[in-house]
């Protein structure tokens, strides 16, 4: 499996930096689940840092494109097929089986609205992000439009949590990695 600096740096060839912050959320989500279960940090973060690689240059093609990619770049089918699950009724017919795959596919929309909701404070930080805020923002269909709340709670459901469990464990995922974010507190 290649390493995390080479998948960092593929990410970067094929996205801008609002698709690279994403991935890093997404990562450092799918890396703090991999600690909490016992299973390998290392897969799990490169799953979540890669899932939207292709997302920019080929947004027709998502996930597929991916695939291909990454083929091409030596990473095992086990990643990929992780990486096409996310997309599980989107833009793929692969559904999400695995632990790490289940995950991906859970915390993928909801790292977008817990950023979101993060942003909209006035300290623009995670680290003072209640759950309260956060399902007050996921109950609002009009705020963060484009996280599909569908898919967050077909993935909680997936995963046999609640959506106030996935929540709080993504705002704490989320605030382990807050500076690599921007969602730090400022003073």
Same mark, same amino acid.
């Given at each position: ?29 799918? &890396?703090?689940?991999? &600690?909490? #279960?016992?299973?390998? @940090?290392? +897969? ?5 840092? /890669?899932?939207?690689?292709?997302? #920019?240059?080929?947004?027709? *093609? ?7 990619? +990454? ?6 089918? @086990?990643? $990929? &097929? ?12 692969? #559904?999400? *089986? ?10 993928? @929309? ?10 909209? &404070? ?7 992000? @209640? ?34 469990? /996935?929540?709080?464990?993504? $705002?704490?995922?989320?605030? #382990? ?7 730090? /507190?400022?003073?």
């Amino acid at each position: 499996m290649p390493k995390r600096e080479e998948a960092l740096a593929l990410l970067k060839a094929y996205n801008g930096n609002a698709l690279v912050t994403h991935g890093l959320a997404v990562e450092g989500t799918m &890396r703090y689940f991999a &600690r909490k #279960e016992g299973e390998d @940090e290392e +897969m799990w973060g490169i799953v979540g840092l /890669l899932h939207d690689l292709d997302y #920019e240059k080929y947004p027709e *093609q998502h996930c597929h494109k991916t695939a291909e990619i +990454m083929r091409d770049s030596g990473y095992s089918e @086990e990643i $990929i &097929r992780a990486i096409m699950s996310h997309g599980w009724g989107i833009c793929t017919e692969i #559904e999400p *089986q695995s632990k790490m795959e289940k995950t991906l596919y859970a915390i993928d @929309e909801l790292t977008g609205l817990i950023t979101a909701c993060a942003l909209v &404070r006035p300290s623009k930080s995670v680290m003072d992000l @209640e759950l309260s805020s956060a399902k007050k923002k996921f109950k609002d269909a009009r705020f963060a439009a484009g996280a599909s709340r569908e898919v967050i709670q077909k993935g909680a459901d997936m995963l046999g949590a609640s959506i106030d469990e /996935l929540i709080i464990d993504v $705002i704490a995922a989320m605030r #382990e990695i807050a500076p690599t974010l921007g969602l730090e /507190l400022k003073n």
